[in-house]
Every structure is written in structure tokens, then in C-alpha cells.
């Protein structure tokens, strides 16, 4: 049999989706799960790993069990009974073939949470406190330079040799005092969202120029980007398969 599950999960008190030694992690604790349902070892593929203290909406993994059947309802309900407050699962697959979460995904959606308006102690861990004013007309021109195939080495921290990666396009909306910004792509490098942001933000504040940005892309070095904005901020959105 082989499953997949959408899943949600507040990161504020994880040290990120890949399992890790001595520090709490998504993957080991919905692996402590499944394998106390199906009461043997299970291991996961996510879609993709988010950082420490990153988030989601809905993030998807799949899993194969040999010579095991169980109804997704009944999947659901246990994995639901027995799961901690901070992750939740939304919902299950019974797929056809050997699915893969990782290796199938055409593309993701990331969200990037400002806030513009006033500090909210109780959001700290949700959301990226911004008070300095927003020139969301520059914000756009610079994004545009980010969309299509480009190497994205400037705005990673990965060690990965293949660092080409494609953005598909990045949506702002306001709603009040909060900037939510929706980045959509092909994947992603490590702390490559962040590192986006992060350029953006120093474009607003007159830190780089568009032409700045357009340099990381024509001479990628790692990390040149240098700012990174906070983890908390970070939703993994969506992945469409």
C-alpha cells in the first residue's frame, strides 16, 4: 500500500521537518506515529524539508506499507487521535503505483507573512514584525527580476552543485496592516524563500537596488545575498502534483 497525507504543523517548536539527533523534528514524530499504528518501522518522504521553526499549511508526505491495508478513513482517524496539538492531519490517499511526495511534486507555494502595523506579542512566533514603511511598487519591480529559470546559488546557503531553479510568480496581497507574499516555483534551495525576502526588504529599505538583484542572479556565489529573514514568518502553502 502506499499513502500520502497532507499534514499541518505549527514549527514554533520544531527544529524543522528532517529528522536530527537530540532535537524534536515533524518527521520523527509522525514516524513515532504511523509505526505505533501499523506496528512496525515506517519511514516518510516529504515533499520537500522546511527549516527550523518554518511552517505549513500543507505540507504532503508519502509512505509504502508491504502487506498491510487499512482504510484511509480509519488511517486518518488514528493518526489524528494520537498526534500532538502542533501538527494536524488534514488529509489521506490511498495512491495507485509507487507515489512519491518528493520526487512527483510539480510545483510549491510558499507564504511569507509581514507585519506592517503594530507588534503582537502573541504572533511573534507567526509572523515577521515590520515596522518601517512599505514601497510595494518597488517590492514588484524587484520580484520581477526573480521570475523565470535562474541560478539561485546568491539566494541559498545550500552545497548542492545544481542550483538552477524556476519561479513561477510572486504575488503580493495587503489585507490591513499584513503583506502576505506568495512565492510559487518549480523548488526550492535552502533558505532560498528567506533569502528572496530577505533581498527584497533590503531593496525597500534602499539597502540594494534592482540592479543589485539582477548581479546575484548573473554571478551566483553562495549565500551573497547575505539577508535572510526569520523562519517564523514561513508557511509552506501548498504543493501541486
Not at 529559470?149 to 513561477?168: E, G, M, P, V
Amino acid at each position: 500500500m502506499n499513502y500520502s497525507i497532507t499534514v499541518s504543523y505549527d514549527g514554533s517548536n520544531f527544529h524543522g521537518w528532517a529528522k536530527q539527533k537530540n532535537v524534536r523534528t515533524v518527521q520523527e514524530e509522525i514516524e513515532k506515529i504511523l509505526s505505533r499504528i501499523f506496528d512496525l518501522p515506517i519511514t516518510i518522504h516529504a515533499s520537500g524539508r522546511t527549516d527550523a521553526f518554518v511552517h505549513a499549511i500543507a505540507q504532503v508526505f508519502s509512505f509504502n506499507v508491504k502487506k498491510t491495508q487499512m482504510k484511509v478513513s480509519a488511517l486518518l482517524i488514528a493518526l489524528r487521535n494520537l498526534s500532538p496539538s502542533d501538527i494536524y492531519f488534514v488529509k489521506a490517499k490511498v495512491n495507485d503505483g509507487m507515489f512519491h511526495a518528493r520526487f512527483h511534486a510539480q510545483n510549491k507555494t510558499y507564504q511569507y507573512v509581514i507585519n506592517n502595523g503594530s507588534y503582537d506579542v502573541f504572533k511573534n512566533n507567526y509572523e515577521l514584525f515590520y515596522p518601517d514603511k512599505i514601497k510595494l511598487p518597488l517590492l514588484k519591480k524587484g520580484s520581477k527580476l526573480l521570475i523565470g529559470s535562474h541560478d539561485f546559488k546568491s539566494f541559498s546557503t545550500s552545497d548542492l552543485n545544481d542550483t538552477i531553479r524556476k519561479i513561477n510568480y510572486i504575488r503580493f496581497k495587503q489585507i490591513n496592516h499584513h503583506l502576505f507574499i506568495n512565492i510559487n516555483g518549480d523548488g526550492f534551495l535552502r533558505n532560498m524563500v528567506r533569502m528572496i525576502i530577505g533581498a527584497l526588504l533590503d531593496l525597500n529599505e534602499g539597502k540594494k537596488s534592482l540592479l543589485d538583484i539582477k548581479k546575484l542572479l548573473e554571478y551566483p556565489k553562495k549565500g551573497s545575498a547575505i539577508s535572510k529573514t526569520k523562519a517564523c514568518g514561513l508557511y509552506l502553502l501548498k504543493v501541486n502534483y
